[in-house]
């Protein structure tokens, strides 16, 4: 029996890349899934592999952006599963741009699908929590704002900077309610760095120098596994904190 036997996990962005790695990492450990993203087909064909695990799992169409959206995954969510025990706040559009390059539109739909969607998620799966005596919420943000250099990550680091300031403020407002919150800054081979190591693979080489460990992440074994780490039992005392998963790249202070 898995460490999650019995949980229920909403996971947005889990058609594909590292979302879909933490709910495989996810299933395998018991949970049931609901995989919230997008574009319809990959979140079937990932319920489908989740389903050959031996887990539950259910695809819900989200758009981040949308509040009504938002309102309907949680709510078929609980009425599929029961309730949500586990909340992963993954899905979010944005990436290196210069400061003079970047639209008003493209700065606020970063925070459209960044820390306003993880507000709206967190706030809406807050009543279902409590109501089954706890539950454990999962932001993933980025190493970004203590890069070496900040040239080009500007936006995109104060998107993830307030996803992590809202992780705070959840973990210290619900903990009396057992609801235990805490991010994650993954280097992990999503579809987006696989597709720039292939166009840009001197720089991707580079890259991968600076990781102590000699790698980037691989999506379910090492920030899946490590996502159902957090929301277990077994890390029932740690709240509010932001976990690097980047083999030792970022220096955190």
Not at 79 to 101: K, Q
Not at 183 to 190: D, G, I, N
Not at 219 to 227: K, N, P, S
Request: hydrophobic share 45%; proline share 4%; net charge negative.
């Amino acid at each position: 029996m898995g460490r999650l036997q019995g949980k229920i996990a909403l996971i947005t962005g889990a058609g594909q890349g590292v979302g879909q790695g933490i709910a495989f990492a996810l299933a395998k450990e018991g949970a049931a899934i609901a995989v919230a993203g997008r574009t319809e087909d990959k979140l079937i064909a990932t319920c489908e592999q989740i389903k050959g695990f031996g887990a539950h799992a259910v695809p819900i169409r989200c758009d981040v952006t949308s509040a009504d959206d938002i309102t309907h995954a949680v709510a078929h969510t609980v009425e599929t599963f029961g309730g949500v025990d586990i909340l992963v706040n993954n899905a979010n559009d944005g990436g290196p741009m210069r400061l003079l390059d970047a639209t008003d539109e493209y700065f606020q739909k970063g925070f459209d699908t960044g820390p306003m969607a993880t507000l709206r998620l967190m706030r809406a799966c807050y009543p279902h929590m409590a109501a089954r005596g706890g539950g454990a919420i999962v932001n993933l943000v980025s190493s970004a704002a203590v890069r070496w250099d900040a040239a080009n990550y500007g936006i995109y680091a104060a998107v993830k900077e307030a996803m992590r300031s809202l992780t705070r403020a959840a973990a210290s407002e619900w903990g009396r309610d057992n609801i235990r919150v805490n991010a994650v800054a993954p280097h992990a081979l999503s579809p987006g760095l696989k597709w720039w190591t292939e166009k840009h693979p001197e720089e991707a080489a580079e890259f991968v120098k600076t990781i102590p460990l000699g790698r980037v992440g691989e999506c379910e074994e090492d920030i899946g596994r490590a996502v159902a780490f957090l929301v277990s039992a077994d890390a029932g005392y740690l709240t509010g904190a932001t976990i690097p998963l980047d083999g030792g790249q970022a220096r955190w202070c």
